[in-house]
């Protein structure tokens, strides 16, 4: 005997199934976010489960829409991994993981207290306390070798959230220290760009006369946002804090040094020039 929907289908109205069927095409695609193919499976039975009229236009509509998402890790060989991870999570149990440290290149090993999956730009990531460091630390999904899930229970802290854990940090690394105050003036070229997106919770703009943009931010840690400001070349100049225009400059004398044959050539060829 076939089992009746948990909310008919009649009860939707055209444009939350739409959003639905969009949404879980998308994030469901192999392309995009790993491990959601049962939001594309999900999809396909709420769509057969409509009139053939309704069904038709749907489809009309969702052919007509498309979201470009940025590239993500596909974490291709890591399904049982993140299943796991999973199982841990819904009995609360501590796990114990293998992981590759990108630091040294070598295997670890630690016990962890899983609080979240959590899945930011372009991968997934495992949130919990380590006894290792002995401390909430971050690990990326896709570096996680084998999992073994243990008998220990897991607490999740009634105060642990991702924004506190992540307090101001520009992406997923929050620094030791005072969070600091950060402006970066863009060049005239990028301003509109810049002043479209939300980057940042705390970001705040003023646009100058001459086109440019001032943008203020406040974050738990330089390096990441350093990586970000280098992305728009001579556009951007940090005004302040002097410890990031130092971090700036010590990356750009390291590309010097990379193309530095490049930029012999073009100090001593009239024909090339600087633009």
Same mark, same amino acid.
């Given at each position: 005997?076939?089992?009746?929907? +948990?909310?008919?289908?009649?009860?939707?109205?055209?444009?939350?199934?739409?959003?639905? +069927?969009?949404?879980?095409?998308? +994030?469901?695609?192999?392309?995009?976010?790993?491990?959601?193919?049962?939001?594309?499976?999900?999809?396909?039975? +709420?769509?057969?489960?409509?009139?053939?009229? *309704? #069904?038709?236009?749907? %489809? %009309?509509?969702?052919?007509?829409?498309?979201?470009?998402?940025?590239?993500?890790?596909?974490?291709?060989?890591?399904?049982?991994?993140?299943?796991?991870?999973?199982?841990?999570?819904?009995?609360?149990?501590?796990?114990?993981?293998?992981?590759? %440290?990108?630091?040294?290149?070598? @295997?670890?090993?630690?016990?962890?207290?899983?609080?979240?999956? @959590?899945?930011? %730009?372009?991968?997934?990531?495992?949130?919990?306390?380590?006894?290792?460091?002995?401390?909430?630390?971050?690990?990326?999904?896709?570096?996680?070798?084998?999992?073994?899930?243990?008998?220990? /229970?897991?607490?999740?802290? =009634?105060?642990?959230?991702?924004?506190?854990?992540?307090?101001?940090?520009?992406?997923?690394?929050?620094?030791?220290?005072?969070?600091?105050?950060?402006?970066?003036?863009?060049?005239?070229?990028?301003?509109?760009?810049?002043?479209?997106?939300?980057?940042?919770?705390? *970001?705040?703009?003023?646009?100058?006369?001459?086109?440019?943009?001032? @943008?203020?931010?406040?974050?738990?840690?330089?390096?990441?946002?350093?990586?970000?400001?280098?992305?728009?070349?001579?556009?951007?100049?940090?005004? =302040?804090?002097?410890?990031?225009? #130092?971090?700036?400059? /010590?990356?750009?004398?390291?590309?010097?040094?990379?193309?530095?044959?490049?930029?012999?050539?073009?100090?001593?060829?009239?024909?090339?020039?600087?633009?």
């Amino acid at each position: 005997m076939p089992q009746s929907p +948990l909310v008919p289908p009649e009860d939707f109205s055209f444009e939350e199934v739409l959003a639905l +069927l969009v949404l879980c095409y998308e +994030l469901g695609d192999d392309r995009n976010l790993p491990f959601f193919a049962a939001a594309r499976s999900a999809a396909l039975k +709420l769509q057969s489960s409509l009139p053939a009229r *309704q #069904q038709e236009r749907l %489809r %009309r509509a969702a052919e007509s829409i498309e979201i470009h998402l940025p590239q993500t890790n596909p974490l291709f060989g890591r399904q049982e991994v993140f299943g796991r991870l999973l199982q841990a999570l819904a009995e609360r149990r501590a796990v114990r993981i293998r992981y590759y %440290r990108i630091q040294d290149g070598q @295997f670890a090993q630690t016990k962890v207290s899983p609080y979240r999956l @959590f899945f930011s %730009r372009r991968s997934w990531y495992l949130i919990g306390r380590s006894t290792v460091h002995r401390a909430v630390r971050t690990f990326n999904v896709g570096r996680i070798q084998e999992v073994t899930i243990l008998e220990d /229970r897991v607490r999740v802290p =009634q105060r642990f959230s991702i924004d506190r854990y992540l307090r101001n940090a520009w992406h997923l690394i929050p620094e030791p220290g005072r969070d600091q105050q950060v402006h970066i003036r863009f060049g005239p070229k990028v301003a509109t760009n810049v002043a479209e997106v939300i980057w940042h919770k705390t *970001q705040r703009i003023e646009f100058r006369p001459d086109g440019s943009l001032d @943008f203020y931010v406040t974050v738990s840690g330089l390096n990441e946002i350093s990586w970000w400001i280098l992305g728009y070349g001579q556009e951007a100049e940090v005004i =302040q804090p002097l410890e990031l225009r #130092q971090l700036i400059a /010590r990356h750009i004398a390291h590309l010097a040094q990379v193309y530095r044959h490049e930029i012999e050539a073009l100090a001593q060829s009239p024909d090339l020039g600087w633009k």
